[in-house]
């Protein structure tokens, strides 16, 4: 900065109109520069408050019937700029001084937002500029400060603009001059009766002369509870900073107005966040062990107040030392309050500093339910004097600080203006608030012109800076999605926020490849008329003839991107041959061309729950590569001779022979997993009867023989039973997630987004490069399907053939991950799929629900908890016997779904990062190398594994002379990125397909709710508790009371069935209050206590539950399903009656309670009474009854604990029979059983 020293002028009086400045500056060069400055006066300014001379712009005017006018100095706008933004505050004058340096000192936003409030008309601001009025300029004097000189240039134009009122005889009106600094005022207030002008502090003048505008008084309320927060958490921030750089910071007491600009900039910048730390100095910290490395992640349940720091493992090893035994540490350092972030978003790279002990506590989120704050500017909640009360835990984890940021993780996403409906009708340009559709990240605010066009939108938006003195960061608009609520808006707001960009594949993608022959009328799979290249036969191994009517696929109803097919046959030795053949993708997708460029960006194909996202075009994934059924493809084969396994997979599968390379195959047949399934179970007698039904649901050769097809896959599921069992042995797991399915119903709309495939379609619908198509009076329209959920399937769909395909995919996994490890040429470079050992605290859920119910976890090894899980349901069998055999199977998929939670994530890797054997090991299946080989149409990882195979088929052929050096797939580098994309896209997948569900579940509970179903506790909070919705296979939070007003908000006030069930006086209060604490030796029980209510609700783990769920009302993002519990308020006694009284109610909710395989079970008595042949039809049907009476009874008295069962004859055709009937969704139905019967 250059160094300025200010000088009177050495001439005589400056001309009249006229001031002169003159003043000598150094340059850089060391000279010394003397520069004289004119500043011009005059006497004609209008300042508002006289009539407008003729010919002059017209001006803002003071309201007649107002009783003053107020004159804000500086240091008030800066500190109260909200508050002068209230539509109530009018009449202000705004100095042209104090805009000069309120523009030097305030930031360019808040500048702005100043100006825009004095171009207002309607708020009646006068902008005077008293800097050019000779009566109200004042000179600068070398010896005054810039801050009193200020102080009396308001004070002189105040006392103008007194006499100009006075002269117009509106003595009514009267100056009031505001001042931010009390101190300062008090010698002026002596002079109001002489100049007649009012001098008052903000907190004064509020309370005299804004008495009757609440707003303004509550705006000024939060802005300074606001402030005096921040400093305080300020403080002990800058504290901490201070011991690490060794310098002061700012303190909080200093005060504004100073006499450089450099010195203001630097005191405003008190009340933003602390600095952070340059990178060469966080790098010597690092080094020195005072700050540490790592990941930050904000709370998904407390976003506003909680994250954590996952550290690097390096300093995670150095924290661990530091800290001892004595302290919960599991590798990630606590953030609390936004003060503490320090700017820091989720998912950047940040530097942390440990605070002292006596800050530590623990998540708040680990022991409460979060709500929402009431209002969606309110960035205080009452957690925040909830977390001050707890205190310090003994053994709470570590806390800390962001003092710097490494890597920044800024990136597009979408939001949310929040505008009120009153502001929404403005279209000027203002800065508004957004709302991002991740909670983790920080409200943000725009500048837009759009109001109007963007409310009520979901827009996309990227962050350009986030500077100190902002509490929130600046964003700028980038492109409109739609209207909220709509399916296809949402839809595309979740993917782009999980990064899943799938575009229409341009021509230029599918220069090369076939297009489809507009006059075919044949079959979908002939539409392209492709064949395959004689050239290209001669480099294969052909499998049509030697295999066939021994390759089949088998695949989900309607699947049209098939993967991969198997066979199975018996050779002239008597050993088996086992294939899988896997669609040959390398051979369309060539290396380096722009199609295998854009495949490895898309990474994998998503699924949703209405729709795919390919990562191939459809002429590939659908056609030309699936493996369709009565089509020649193709394929890249893997080949076992195994010794011959004995009925029922019994057998040690021994392995003779195994070849893998190039071939050409011929589908036989494509089943579906139920088809496949039914043909295994049923006797070969029975099939034979019903063949030609099954042979028109077998997409194959029409000349399929239906023995053939019964002999392979039993030989298949045979094969696969034997390398189940060896991985169980070695201690694969069997782990169980929660993935919600829906039946779906079509509403078609116009205009359909290119190359996606909606799901429930027909084979074929799908035309390359143009919009669905559909025929409507003879002509073509676009048309976009919305598919809205129409019931949720909770059905259980695990069979047998599920497990058998995927036992060969595994096989066929470890065999090429075996074969292209032992190459020498591209060992270190092989692509692999690594399921790291858990992180033994990720435990910590499951353990603590096993021991709820006295379950003893082994997490030692995969084995030891495969075990632990298996022998859990015999636990919790004869721990609660009055449980059905439904919820007992509720709990064991909950146990194993948790199981699931703990475990790493499976991470693509090349082989040569990795030490061989325990660094190569896959964890959940127990295999000693993985990959994925089998799924190239929707897999770009599986694509490079072919490569690398078909390399080292080629390599083996050739001689040690011949075999060239490593490049492209074969060199560890490209592989090692190729694996980080495939790991970023494959995350990301999953999300996207998760929060589809979310959303289509909302959707579902939208239209349909609100709905009572079950749920299984599996988690208690302080205020509430966590449970497993098993209906609709999901899980969901419950929140029982509010903690700011102890009011239940959780809490349904009749049963399950609409009946109220609580007194009358009580059933007339509208406001339920009560408490909900934690009591038990080990706080394993929440008891609920409404007030007036002598009897108390008692909560455990594992307790099966009523609630209502329906979905939730929020707009920024896909609301969560909203849970009330079913509080019972009934006695003891009450209850006691109730069972004995069993009515057809009872009896139809517990039908609706059986699970799948007793509805098997009655089907399986039915079929074998009505195929009795020593009984007429009559004893047939008494007995059938009989038999159905039998079964549901025996669960109905275990259930209700009634004493012994009436007559059967008054019982069973009044309940039961009805019960059987159209009124419960989960009974057997006398037409069903007949359907299974044929």
Known sequence: LPFVLEVEAESGMPVVGVENDVFSVKSRKGKIVRIVREHYLRDDIVSGLEPAAKGSSPTPQLHDEASHFVIPDVNTLLRFLEVFEVSDWRDVVILQTVKDRFGRMATSRAFSRLKRMITDSSRRYIDFDNEHHHQTFVKRRHNVSSKERDLRSVVCAAEHLAKVVGEQKRNHIRPVV?????????????????????????????????RHS???????????????????????????????????????????????????????????YPPHLTRESLQELRKKGHVFLGKISVSRFNPMHEASVKLKMRDRERLSKILGRGVEFYGEVLI????????????????????????????????RLITQPRSVLDSKSNIVDNLSKTGVASR??????????????????????????????????????????????????????????????????????????????????????????????????????????????????????????????????????????????????????????????????????IDDALSARVLANGNWEIGVHIADVTHFVKEGSPLDAEARERGTSVYLVDRRLDMLPSVLSTDLCSLRGGTDRLAVSVIWQISPIQAEGRGDMSIKKIWAGKSIIHNSGAVSYELAQKIVDTPLRELKRGKESI????????????????KKLTMLRDAARVLMSKRKAAGALNLQSFVPEFELEDTPTADSPDDVVLKNENPGTQLENSSLKKKNKGKLRKVKSKKKPKRVIAESHDIEMHHTIAEMMIFANCTVAEKVLSSKNISSAALLRHHPFPDKFGFQDLLELAKAKGIKINTTSNLELQKSLDAARNILQHGDRKSTSKTLEWSEQLLRSMATKAMSEALYIAAGDFEKGQGLYHYGLAAKVYTHFTSPIRRYADIIVHRQLLECVENDLKSEETIHQPEGIAQVGIVRNVAAVCNIRNRNA??????????????????????????????????????????????????????????????????????????????????WKGSARRVGSQHD???????????????????????????????????????????????????????????????????????????????????????????????????????????????????????????????QNEHVREAIGSRIQWAPRLEGVEQYQN
């Open 178 to 210: 505001v001042i931010w600094d009390p101190v300062i005022g008090k010698p002026l207030q002596g002079t109001e009766q002489i100049h007649g002008v009012v001098y008052e502090s903000m907190r004064s003048y509020i309370t005299k002369w804004q």
């Open 214 to 272: 609440p707003v303004v008084w509550n705006t000024y309320e939060e802005s300074v509870q606001a402030e005096l927060q921040r400093q305080e958490s300020l403080e002990n921030t800058k504290k901490m900073l201070i011991e690490i750089q060794g310098s002061n910071l700012p303190s909080s007491s200093s005060s504004i107005g100073t006499t450089t600009r450099f010195e203001a900039a630097r005191i405003q910048a008190q009340n933003a």
């Open 336 to 367: 609390f309050g936004f003060e503490c972030r320090n700017r820091a978003i989720d998912g950047d790279d940040v530097y942390v500093k440990i605070s002292p002990q006596s800050q530590w506590r623990p998540s708040q989120s680990s022991k």
């Open 396 to 561: 709470a984890p570590p806390a800390g600080i962001v003092v710097g940021v490494r890597k920044r993780n800024w990136r597009e996403f979408v939001c949310t203006l929040h505008i009120d409906e009153k502001s929404a009708v403005s279209s000027s340009y203002r800065l508004v608030m957004g709302i991002p559709f991740d909670r983790r990240l920080p409200r943000v605010l725009l500048k837009t012109e759009q109001v109007t066009a963007l409310h009520k939108k979901r827009i996309v938006c990227r962050l350009r800076q986030w500077p100190r003195e902002s509490r929130y960061p600046i964003a700028y608009y980038v492109r409109t999605i739609g209207p909220i609520g709509d399916i296809e808006t949402e839809t595309e707001a979740l993917c782009l926020e999980r990064e899943v960009r799938h575009p229409p594949f341009s021509a230029f993608l599918l220069k090369g490849l076939p297009f489809r022959n507009p006059s075919s009328t044949g079959p979908s799979r002939d539409r392209y008329q492709w064949k395959i290249p004689k050239n290209e036969a001669k480099k294969r191994r052909d499998l049509r003839m030697s295999l066939r009517g021994c390759v089949f696929s088998v695949d989900p109803q309607g699947c049209e991107d």
């Open 695 to 710: 042979s028109k649901m077998i997409d194959g050769d029409a000349d399929l023989s239906i023995e053939t097809v019964k």
């Open 990 to 1071: 999953k999300l996207a397909a998760k929060d589809s569900q979310s959303l289509f579940l909302h959707v579902f509970l939208s239209a349909h709710g609100p709905i009572t179903t079950r749920g299984i506790i599996y988690s208690l909070k302080d205020n509430g508790f966590l449970c497993f919705l098993p209906e609709l296979q999901t899980k969901a939070s419950c929140v029982l009371i509010d903690d700011s007003t102890k009011e239940f908000k959780g809490i349904v006030s009749s049963d399950r069935k609409g009946k109220k069930t609580i007194s009358s006086d009580f059933s007339g209060e509208h406001i």
């Open 1085 to 1211: 029980i929440l008891r609920v206590q409404i007030n007036g209510i002598d009897k108390s609700m008692e909560l455990k783990v594992f307790n099966t539950v009523y609630v209502q769920v329906s979905a939730g009302t929020e707009t920024y993002r896909v609301p969560k399903p909203v849970l009330k519990l079913f509080y019972n308020f009934i006695s003891s006694e009450a209850k006691q009656n109730k069972k004995h009284d069993i009515t057809k109610t009872n009896v139809v909710e517990t039908l609706s309670a059986f699970k799948h395989s007793r509805r098997l079970e009655v089907a399986k008595n039915v079929m074998k009474i009505r195929n009795g042949n020593n009984l007429n039809i009559d004893e047939k049907k008494r007995k059938i009854e009989s038999s159905l009476y039998n079964l549901f009874t025996e669960q109905l008295w275990k259930e209700y604990k009634a004493p012994p069962p009436p007559k059967k004859k008054s019982f």
